[in-house]
């Protein structure tokens, strides 16, 4: 039997976590032309707003009905603006695993936004939904990234060499593949323990089942 993953809202103090509207398309584009997401993710360059529509209408709905994956996205719950990304990708119901990624917007770094929501979903899925392995890869030179994974709980696993494929503006504007390695890391339903009191501030997170 397929499994897949509920439509769900997860909140904590300070941001929202929901399934992706149409109305985040120009958001989403603005953030994913971003130079820091372009040069640590595969997204093509230029990102438009149709390329952001045709993901949150399409591309996205497939992914979680075919069991594959979930897309959040990341709001603020007093202005509702789109901080960012956290998504699901490559899971495994036999094992119960899946690998997590997170992309926050320019504006919003700097705040803990990429670490309280990584850490809400990694509870939500560790401990709701029964998951056992997180998964995540972080390239090599992204030590933005490589903070967050450690400040959640990750165990750093190991490096998979010359995997990612980063990017690099050249001094004509264009961009040009780089190979890096990706630096592996995992957080299971045991490590949470060392990670809890980063979300005590905020007062944890509660989840909501059919977000419409």
């Not at 450690?150 to 050249?170: D, F, P, W, Y």
């Amino acid at each position: 039997m397929m499994s897949t993953f509920p439509n769900i809202s997860i909140s904590t103090e300070r941001l929202v976590l929901r399934p992706l509207d149409e109305d985040d398309a120009p958001a989403l584009a603005e953030t994913m032309n971003d130079e820091q997401v372009a040069a640590w993710t595969g997204a093509p360059q230029p990102y438009g707003e149709d390329r952001a529509r045709r993901w949150i209408t399409r591309d996205a709905p497939a992914e979680r009905a075919a069991g594959r994956g979930l897309d959040f996205a990341v709001t603020e719950f007093l202005t509702q603006r789109l901080v960012g990304l956290v998504r699901l990708a490559r899971t495994n119901w036999r094992v119960r695993s899946t690998e997590m990624s997170y992309i926050i917007a320019p504006w919003a770094r700097g705040e803990g936004y990429a670490s309280e929501s990584a850490l809400a979903t990694a509870q939500w899925l560790l401990r709701d939904q029964r998951f056992e392995r997180i998964e995540l890869r972080t390239a090599a030179d992204n030590t933005a990234a490589q903070q967050v994974a450690q400040k959640i709980g990750c165990i750093s696993e190991g490096v998979l060499r010359n995997a990612c494929i980063a990017h690099h503006r050249t001094e004509d504007g264009t961009w040009t593949e780089v190979r890096t390695d990706y630096i592996v890391w995992s957080l299971l339903p045991e490590d949470l323990e060392g990670a809890d009191g980063q979300l005590a501030d905020t007062g944890g997170f509660t989840s909501y089942s059919d977000w419409n």
